[in-house]
């Protein structure tokens, strides 16, 4: 990059940010063919990501690789003098991360993509729900009070918490909630109980799978779901990636970490803009851009210099 440059931190949305049409152009690209094959041979509905059909992308098992398609496509798109000092994905988004920082080749985090998703739709019990205007220590305080399963799920932003868990504990929390001060709680459109212990079989699953892949050491540290700490070993990442679907995605934590790791600037790589209002609210001194198309690709150096030179 020329002129002055910015250390940066690649991250990659998870579920909810995907949208119709959103791959459109990118199985024209070198990765984007390569991936779209392995995709296919693994049996994955990638159709709705290149054209309009929202309600088909809304599935489970066809939002996660048609995610994990998209972002890794425009990722291969970056220009290739960005400092990069460490990877981070919302979720399934974590699967993209590795594929990028060279954790896992590309074609087998899609493969995992597509596992990960038919197994998480397999889960049916269960629902989740945002609670907007509590902090995450009472709502967690409330889902302890709680009968039934129901644990926090997301920390996405400060007074942004996803809770998860049995539908009638989520509904009994999400009552209690409103009468503790929530400003909103709303019911999300998912098909189970994710990052919740209704998860726990299909991790298991998703676990074993993980054993018989190789994960190699990546080019910058993922900072994990997990723990928001930043990973290089192989062994860890594995780890980390098998108790994902039980365990909560801290993602204000790890915006706050790559920011505390020398990131002078976020790049949301993948549809939509999500992480992006996410890290303006938990960083706000920390530039955040998103990349959403080969187009946005095409721009990041130029736009990154600009944020560079104020």
Same mark, same amino acid.
């Given at each position: 990059?020329?002129?002055?440059?910015?250390?940066?931190?690649?991250?990659?949305?998870?579920?909810?940010?995907?949208?119709?049409?959103m791959?459109?152009?990118?199985?024209?690209?070198?990765?984007?063919?390569?991936?779209?094959?392995?995709?296919?041979?693994?049996?994955?509905?990638?159709?709705?990501?290149?054209?309009?059909?929202e309600?088909?992308?809304?599935?489970t098992?066809?939002?996660?690789?048609?995610?994990?398609?998209?972002?890794?496509?425009?990722?291969a798109?970056?220009?290739?003098?960005?400092?990069?000092?460490?990877?981070?994905?919302?979720?399934?988004?974590?699967?993209?991360?590795l594929?990028?920082?060279?954790?896992?080749?590309?074609e087998?985090?899609?493969r995992?993509?597509?596992?990960?998703?038919?197994?998480? @739709?397999?889960?049916?019990?269960?629902?989740?729900a945002?609670?907007?205007?509590?902090e995450?220590?009472?709502?967690?305080?409330?889902?302890?009070?709680?009968e039934?399963t129901?644990?926090?799920?997301?920390?996405?932003?400060?007074?942004?918490?996803?809770?998860?868990?049995?539908?009638?504990?989520?509904?009994?929390?999400?009552?209690r909630?409103?009468?503790?001060?929530?400003?909103?709680?709303?019911?999300?459109?998912?098909?189970?109980?994710?990052?919740?212990?209704?998860?726990?079989?299909?991790?298991?699953e998703?676990?074993?799978?993980?054993?018989?892949?190789?994960?190699?050491?990546?080019?910058a540290?993922?900072?994990a779901?997990?723990?928001?700490?930043?990973?290089?070993?192989?062994?860890?990442?594995?780890?980390?990636?098998?108790?994902?679907?039980?365990?909560?995605?801290r993602w204000s934590?790890?915006?706050?970490?790559?920011?505390?790791m020398? @990131?002078?600037?976020?790049?949301?790589?993948?549809?939509?803009?999500?992480?992006t209002?996410?890290a303006?609210?938990?960083?706000?001194?920390?530039?955040?851009?998103?990349?959403?198309?080969?187009e946005?690709?095409?721009?990041?150096e130029?736009?990154?210099?600009?944020?560079?030179?104020?």
């Amino acid at each position: 990059m020329s002129g002055r440059s910015l250390r940066v931190a690649l991250c990659f949305p998870g579920q909810g940010s995907q949208s119709a049409g959103m791959a459109a152009g990118l199985d024209a690209t070198d990765a984007g063919s390569r991936l779209l094959a392995a995709a296919r041979a693994a049996g994955a509905d990638l159709d709705p990501a290149f054209a309009g059909d929202e309600e088909r992308l809304r599935a489970t098992e066809v939002a996660q690789p048609a995610l994990v398609f998209t972002e890794l496509a425009l990722a291969a798109a970056l220009p290739p003098g960005l400092e990069v000092v460490a990877f981070a994905g919302h979720s399934v988004g974590e699967l993209s991360a590795l594929g990028a920082s060279g954790a896992l080749d590309p074609e087998q985090a899609l493969r995992l993509a597509v596992e990960r998703g038919r197994l998480m @739709a397999g889960m049916r019990e269960g629902t989740m729900a945002a609670v907007l205007g509590l902090e995450a220590d009472v709502v967690a305080r409330l889902c302890a009070e709680m009968e039934g399963t129901v644990v926090v799920a997301n920390l996405n932003a400060p007074g942004q918490v996803v809770v998860s868990g049995a539908a009638a504990a989520v509904d009994a929390l999400s009552t209690r909630a409103r009468e503790a001060g929530a400003r909103r709680v709303l019911p999300l459109k998912v098909s189970g109980a994710f990052h919740s212990p209704l998860m726990v079989e299909a991790a298991a699953e998703f676990a074993q799978l993980l054993a018989t892949v190789e994960m190699r050491v990546p080019s910058a540290p993922v900072v994990a779901n997990v723990d928001a700490l930043p990973v290089t070993d192989p062994v860890r990442l594995r780890e980390g990636l098998g108790r994902q679907m039980v365990s909560p995605v801290r993602w204000s934590e790890s915006v706050l970490r790559m920011a505390e790791m020398g @990131a002078q600037a976020l790049v949301e790589v993948g549809p939509g803009s999500v992480l992006t209002g996410l890290a303006r609210r938990i960083a706000p001194a920390t530039p955040a851009l998103s990349v959403d198309s080969l187009e946005a690709a095409a721009s990041l150096e130029e736009r990154l210099r600009a944020v560079a030179d104020g």
